[in-house]
């Protein structure tokens, strides 16, 4: 009798080795594209009070207090080239503002759209009556035409301002937390229809500028209610410089 061949029987499967599953993240924030900024009717500028040498601005939508824009000023350069980025990295410029002369008692300065690189108007202050009364801008169009204003907007408490505050350093200190407010308006029909309204406080920790063109009646460009903003938030910077 020839002998009976068993077969082996087949080897155990191996079991896969378990492979721990990936940390799930969440992706990094990203700051908002260049022209997020002009979709918030309103803005906040903010600065400390203490800062001796130059400016840095951060733009936040106070609904939210994201940071939607970024402005860093060297001591040297306040008044003469302001430029508003998406963020801190300052990679991505969205707002060029250009003094036309070093001098700015009665100065123009031009905007520029930085992606396009267009000019979208120019604010020019009216120096005298700035220096002597209330602070007092025109908006040119691209042309040289007046087709808006920026203005405080208590012309009493405007002069008590300023002129107190040459009697006595301690009247300059009291109206220096006082808190000051300007009107945007667009002048093309000849009766000013209001854009937007600026309120500007101050306490020894931060100054605040806030843009509010939730009332734009006038539909004026947000690019330029956001420069003029800006402008006069390192105009007050450089009183400090």
Do not use: C
Request: glycine content about 4%.
């Amino acid at each position: 009798m020839e002998p009976t061949l068993t077969q082996a029987a087949p080897p155990a499967p191996v079991a896969a080795p378990i492979v721990p599953a990936a940390p799930v993240t969440s992706p990094a924030p990203t700051s908002p594209p260049a022209a997020a900024i002009t979709q918030y009717s309103r803005l906040e500028f903010r600065r400390k009070f203490w800062k001796w040498f130059g400016a840095e601005i951060n733009v936040t939508d106070p609904a939210t207090e994201q940071s939607v824009g970024y402005i860093k000023m060297k001591a040297w350069k306040l008044r003469e080239d302001v430029r508003l980025f998406s963020d801190q990295t300052m990679q991505t410029e969205i707002i060029r503002i250009n003094a036309r002369q070093i001098i700015d008692f009665g100065a123009t300065y031009d905007i520029t759209d930085s992606a396009t690189n267009l000019p979208l108007a120019s604010l020019r202050r009216k120096g005298w009556k700035s220096a002597l009364v209330r602070d007092y801008w025109e908006i040119l169009d691209t042309t040289g035409t007046v087709i808006g204003e920026v203005k405080e907007t208590s012309g009493t408490l405007a002069l008590m301002r300023r002129w107190l505050g040459t009697i006595s350093d301690l009247f300059d200190l009291i109206f220096m937390f006082v808190v000051q407010t300007y009107t945007i308006n667009d002048t093309r029909s000849g009766t000013p229809v209001q854009a937007a309204s600026i309120i500007h406080r101050k306490n020894p920790a931060v100054v605040k500028m806030g843009l509010d063109a939730t009332n734009n009646q006038a539909n004026m460009d947000p690019r330029i209610l956001i420069a003029a903003t800006a402008l006069l938030s390192i105009m007050d910077a450089a009183k400090n410089a």
